[in-house]
């Protein structure tokens, strides 16, 4: 069955570190693979997607993310975190047919001024 | 830019009463969904809709729940008879028709509790 780990629940970063969030996903075809941002109270917003070609995708907000198939992994990164990226992020895979999205239990971050 | 609207944002109802939970998507889509989310959990799947019938449900998505497009513009989630359990954030979803994928857009959710 289709699935997607997100291990880090928590994470705390300086602003204008660096920033990864780790994603592995479980599935038997070509994954159709998503971040989602979630801010307090708020709906999903779509950060980035892959759907195929170019493994190194670019979103919005500086976001950028990277497939790799031999890792099953589709990890999210950010070179400099500003304090309005704290929210939490859920990775989501397509579990085609009629192309419900399974998510990720989320990671929650904290970004220290 | 078009979004997806939802009705209200917050209801406050009482253990078995009936709510109705309403959602208009983006115009052009024909794809729409509906998912919750537990307060601290994840993201779950409730139902998916499409050419005016549910085409895949969750093991959630039981003889309490039902879902309906009963105008042009509308999609509307029904809970019958809501537990406590039913507290939770709703999230509804659109997405362009056709093969192949698109991204779904999400609404801001209506946070459902039930006392």
């Known amino acids: 069955a289709q699935s997607v780990t997100q291990p880090d629940i928590h994470i705390t970063v300086s602003e204008g570190a660096s920033l990864e969030l780790r994603c592995n996903y479980s599935?038997?075809?070509?994954?159709?693979l998503f971040w989602y941002v979630q801010s307090p109270g708020q709906g999903l917003q779509l950060l980035l997607k892959?759907?195929?070609?170019?493994?190194l995708v670019q979103g919005i907000k500086g976001f950028e993310a990277e497939f790799k198939r031999s890792q099953s992994s589709f990890n999210l990164r950010k070179p400099s975190v500003h304090w309005s990226d704290a929210a939490e992020y859920f990775c989501?895979?397509?579990?085609?047919?009629?192309?419900?999205?399974?998510f990720g239990a989320g990671t929650r971050l904290a970004v220290h001024p | 830019e078009p979004e997806v609207t939802q009705t209200p944002s917050h209801q406050v109802t009482q253990m078995g009463q009936e709510v109705i939970l309403r959602c208009v998507p983006i115009?052009?889509?024909?794809?729409f969904y509906w998912y919750r989310q537990i307060l601290g959990q994840k993201v779950e799947f409730l139902v998916s809709?499409?050419?005016?019938?549910?085409?895949?449900k969750s093991e959630i998505f039981d003889d309490q729940f039902s879902v309906e497009r009963p105008d042009g513009s509308n999609f509307t989630l029904k809970i019958r008879s809501t537990k406590l359990e039913d507290s939770a954030m709703y999230f509804c979803?659109?997405?362009?028709?056709?093969?192949?994928?698109?991204?779904?857009?999400f609404g801001p959710g209506t946070r459902l509790t039930v006392t």
């Open positions: 115009s052009n889509h024909l794809y």
């Open positions: 989501a895979v397509d579990s085609g047919g009629y192309n419900k999205l399974i």
């Open positions: 809709f499409y050419n005016n019938e549910i085409s895949e």
């Open positions: 892959y759907f195929s070609g170019d493994t």
């Open positions: 599935y038997g075809a070509t994954p159709y």
């Open positions: 979803a659109s997405r362009l028709p056709g093969q192949g994928i698109n991204e779904q857009y």
